[in-house]
């Protein structure tokens, strides 16, 4: 059974920086993507950011240049380095999975997720 588990998650100031972690078990790296989305309350959930099998990775617009996903298979990791925070990146992160090559940031092409991980951003 495959489980993700988020943490990194927290209060900053505009113009600062977190690293998010998703803590991955049961899951086959070489099998599909893996991928961070994010959701304000009473909002769609958005795909930020997506790594496939071959390391390739994809940002939504609003955060290329500042946010970066990466994995570390040693440490069965995921992560998400975001940088120069602003006020709207404040949300709820959700670390996801799936057993596919489609990469999409769409949150039907991921069906496994973690619980979440909450990032606010003051100005």
């Known amino acids: 059974q495959v489980q993700l588990v988020e943490s990194g998650g927290g209060s900053v100031q505009a113009g600062g920086s977190l690293r998010l972690s998703c803590s991955v078990s049961?899951?086959?790296?070489?099998?599909?993507?893996m991928a961070w989305f994010r959701q304000a309350p009473g909002k769609e959930r958005e795909g930020v950011a997506a790594i496939s099998v071959g390391s390739g990775t994809s940002y939504v617009d609003s955060v290329k240049v500042r946010f970066t996903i990466s994995r570390e298979y040693s440490k069965n990791t995921l992560f998400l380095q975001m940088n120069s925070l602003k006020p709207e990146d404040t949300d709820m992160y959700y670390c996801?999975?799936?057993?596919?090559?489609?990469?999409?940031?769409?949150?039907?092409?991921?069906?496994?997720w973690g619980q979440g991980t909450q990032v606010t951003v003051s100005s």
């Open positions: 049961g899951y086959i790296y070489s099998r599909g993507c």
């Open positions: 996801a999975a799936n057993y596919a090559l489609n990469c999409r940031l769409t949150e039907s092409a991921f069906p496994i």
